[in-house]
């Protein structure tokens, strides 16, 4: 007696990822938020010296963190280029330790590497891009370190509080304009 067995193979679909910090981790979750490719985006602490950093703390300058968003994605679908692409068009990396009126090293423009292929298009890129600004670009080129997901009520803030002044005056025109610049990826 011959017994047929139906065999299914499933394949584990293959995330990267990635870390970034351009200013307050709002602005940069919700630009990666509903992104085509992106399974996650979400607020973090990463590069400073105290192992179990909060919001405080980070805010106050004493960590050595910067505030960033761990970008989880198909790169099947978007890569880790386009992603660069998105966030040297999101954010002023020409600003050293701010971003408009958020001032500090916690607001620094960084790209974290995990692996010497993302270290070398994060340089690329950042030479490339040179070309579209007038001053010098000074995004951080880092290995990550010492990463910590940023508390629950941060997360999806813009979408759960978009009364919050500064979600309106800040977050939503930089979404709005990344948005509507490349809708395309979305």
């Given at each position: ?10 394949f584990a679909q293959i995330m990267e990822r990635t870390v ?5 981790f709002w602005c940069i979750e919700g630009a990666f938020k509903e992104m085509r490719g992106v ?148």
């Open positions: 007696m011959i017994h047929e067995y139906n065999i299914q193979l499933c970034l910090g351009g200013g307050c399974d996650s985006a979400l607020p973090g602490y990463a590069g400073g010296h105290d192992n179990h950093p909060t919001y405080n703390s980070v805010c106050a300058g004493i960590t050595g963190h910067a505030e960033v968003v761990e970008i989880i994605y198909d790169p099947e679908t978007i890569s880790f280029e386009t992603i660069l692409e998105v966030f040297f068009t999101m954010h002023d990396p020409t600003q050293l330790n701010r971003q408009g009126n958020d001032i500090g090293t916690q607001y620094r423009s960084v790209i974290y590497y995990l692996n010497e292929q993302q270290k070398s298009t994060a340089e690329r890129l950042k030479e490339d891009f040179q070309q579209y600004y007038d001053e010098e670009i000074v995004t951080e080129i880092s290995e990550l370190s010492n990463y910590h997901e940023a508390e629950k009520y941060h997360h999806n803030y813009f979408q759960q509080n978009p009364g919050n002044g500064y979600c309106q005056m800040i977050v939503a025109p930089k979404l709005s304009k990344i948005r509507s610049k490349l809708s395309h990826l979305y």
